[in-house]
């Protein structure tokens, strides 16, 4: 689209395909948006694309062997393979065949080079989901998109949907099937009155919506309050197990069916942060849940009930309650009680998305439930988009993580993965041209959860930016693949988490939340920090793991450094395994981390000419910001734990 950043998907990425001769055969409307793939391809590099012809000498052919299921494009799996001179792609359903496309671009000239056997893919998850937090109207405290850093909302502007720019929707939708991505729920989780109405009355918005990101098969979803049949329908009541309550779910969920068939279904968030939910009227999660599976499952549509309950009016002088153990607890007695079209979605730490976090208990411990995960792409806690700092290597150490001897946590997410979107209406879609490196990343590792996310990121990069220029790959691959590290080196140190500033949590304030009723806690005081979440002495959230993990994390000789200040209140003189206290790593890892950022941006300014100059500058001028808190950062921190704890640092440098 002209004025917008084409991300992962350069004409330049088509030039293979557009200088061949391809062949097309079934029909359907993905096999249709594969053809326009290709054909518009050829038109722009001289190759021919033909439909259902007879065989001949084709470089390309993409080939379904089964019927279309509608509009949902039957299977998802492919196979690709080389021989006689030819690239053959096939694929039981449309959507299969838009994803074989997709591979073709991605291996450019490579998928038409020398001879290779036949390779099958498929997606480990039926569902790959991306929530949008935008408001429909712009919300006093949380703008147009809550928690998100790339401008405005691309679906709604001014109270209504976005009509003008249905065409960038629908380009949206290109970007995320190239990636892997099927689902899309279009509205946050936090659901006010002009949201609500989406159910109803401006279901034809919606509509709108998702027959702009359908062509590429991107089912939608809506979030939805729990108060709805109050709210919406006149009711007394949200009782999810009265009667009327029922039928009135039953009747609305019909009728968005008939305004847009391939509905997905329901994002809900209930009794969490102030949202109703079934607590009111004395039943439980499962009860809530079931009621909208209910109404839904005949269309063959799911709910997806997030799991982040937790008390948020906690007494912050009371070291008992443990935020940390609130899914957990809530969930875990429920285990069996979800309907099958029910997904229960979990975040994948016990927190909220923090630089560091162990994995959830509550994922492996629910084996009759289908649970998905929840990852945030938007980077509230990492950086609100104006730092460099890619989560691909954080995401696959999650999602290869074992809770016990078995199933990793990408294998149990049987319901499947979902990331917050952090997409905007800015030209580079995510604000930081950078952080396109993210929303790409959770595509593929939510197709492939045992990907290795460095050959992704190689990928990306490749696909991004133009192919064969070493220095600009190398430059880019320095730049982004200890961004991660580098982040938490220069901010709160050690699994203990938090730290920012409250309300829009960018920067630093030690403090900030430490005496809020939000359980948020690092409890540093002048003989050491962290949170005691033992069994033995502390809040017991340790003991939720399975073995061998709530042994490891039992133990303060046996805790995992980078979580130990999650698990543990330790002394400033602890020795971690590298050998140093915990004060001095502190103190190094924040220095580290500032300098760190220095090389980074040094590298970057050395890559100008090699780019679009405006994509250049929009990250130069991102480092710039990134440098000074980074800074602010390191001062804060070492500053607070050097007064705290009256030990220098050992190295002599200056903290404040």
């Known amino acids: 689209m002209q004025g917008v950043d084409p991300a992962w998907l350069p004409d330049e990425a088509f030039r293979p395909i557009g200088t061949r001769r391809t062949l097309i055969r079934g029909s359907g409307p993905l096999v249709d948006t594969v053809h326009g793939e290709v054909a518009e391809a050829c038109a722009r590099f001289g190759g021919r694309v033909e439909r259902d012809a007879s065989p001949g000498p084709y470089d390309l052919v993409l080939e379904v062997t089964g019927a279309e ?51 099958e893919q498929r997606p480990a998850s039926a569902l790959r989901m991306l929530d949008h937090w935008d408001n429909v109207a712009v919300h006093p405290v949380m703008g147009q998109v809550e928690r998100g850093y790339a401008g405005g909302s691309l679906f709604w502007a001014d109270g209504r949907a976005r009509g003008e720019l ?154 008992t309650t443990d935020r940390a153990r609130a899914a957990y607890d809530h969930f875990v007695p429920l285990d069996g009680q979800f309907a099958p079209n029910a997904i229960l979605q979990v975040k994948h730490g016990p927190m909220d998305f923090q630089v560091r976090e162990p994995v959830s208990p509550l994922i492996g411990a629910m084996p009759r439930t289908r649970l998905a995960v929840e990852m945030q792409a938007t980077q509230e806690y990492t950086g609100q988009q104006r730092h460099v700092c890619w989560l691909g290597p954080m995401w696959s150490e999650v999602l290869r993580f074992r809770p016990e001897e078995g199933a990793s946590v990408g294998e149990l997410a049987r319901g499947g993965l979902v990331a917050v979107s952090n997409v905007g209406d ?86 900030g939340y430490e005496y809020s009723p939000w359980g948020t806690y690092h409890f540093a005081d002048r003989d050491g920090v962290g949170v005691d979440r033992s069994v033995a002495t502390g809040t017991g959230y340790a003991g939720q793991y399975a073995k061998p993990w709530a042994e490891v994390y039992e133990s303060v000789s046996s805790c995992p450094d980078e979580l130990l200040l999650f698990f543990h209140h330790v002394s400033y003189e602890h020795v971690l395994r590298s050998g140093k206290t915990v004060i ?52 804060q921190v070492n500053s607070y734990f050097f007064r705290k704890s009256g030990v220098a640092d050992a190295h002599g440098r200056r903290i404040y």
């Open 166 to 319: 249905l065409g960038r929707v629908r380009a949206y939708g290109r970007l995320l099937a190239a990636c892997g991505i099927n689902a899309v729920a279009v509205n946050n989780v936090n659901v006010h009155a002009a949201e609500a109405r989406l159910l109803t009355d401006r279901i034809g918005e919606v509509a709108a919506i998702a027959g702009a990101l359908r062509p590429y098969g991107i089912r939608t979803h809506l979030s939805v309050t729990f108060a709805a049949p109050i709210v919406l329908g006149g009711l007394p009541t949200a009782d999810p197990l009265d009667e009327a309550v029922r039928a009135w779910w039953d009747g609305v969920t019909a009728r968005v069916y008939e305004a847009v068939p391939d509905f997905g279904g329901y994002v809900v968030k209930a009794d969490s942060e102030g949202q109703p939910g079934p607590f009111a009227y004395g039943r439980s999660h499962a009860d809530g849940a079931n009621v909208l599976a209910a109404a839904l499952e005949p269309y063959g549509g799911t709910v997806h009930w997030r799991a982040f309950v937790y008390d948020h009016r906690q007494d912050w002088r009371d070291r």
């Open 69 to 119: 299921s509608g509009d949902r494009g039957g299977g998802e799996a492919f196979t690709i393979e080389r021989g006689a001179g030819r690239t053959t792609v096939t694929a039981s359903g449309g959507s299969g065949l838009l994803y074989g496309l997709f591979h073709v671009v991605r291996l450019g000239d490579a998928a038409f080079q020398g001879s290779y056997g036949r390779e």
């Open 426 to 511: 800015d030209p580079f879609w995510t604000g930081h041209p950078l952080a396109q490196a993210n929303l790409y990343t959770f595509g593929r590792l939510a197709w492939r959860p045992d990907a290795d996310p460095g050959r992704i990121l190689d990928e990306w990069i490749r696909l991004s930016f133009a192919p064969g220029h070493p220095r600009l790959h190398e430059g880019l691959r320095t730049v982004l693949d200890g961004s991660w590290r580098t982040y938490e080196k220069y901010t709160a140190p050690l699994g203990v988490g938090w730290m920012v500033q409250p309300g829009h949590h960018y920067g630093p304030s030690v403090d």
């Open 584 to 635: 001095q790593h502190i103190y190094d890892t924040h220095f580290e981390g500032v300098e760190e950022v220095e090389a980074a941006r040094a590298v970057w300014a050395e890559l100008a000419g090699l780019m679009d100059p405006a994509r250049h500058a929009r990250v130069a001028e991102r480092f710039e910001e990134q440098l000074r808190s980074a800074r602010e950062w390191r001062d």
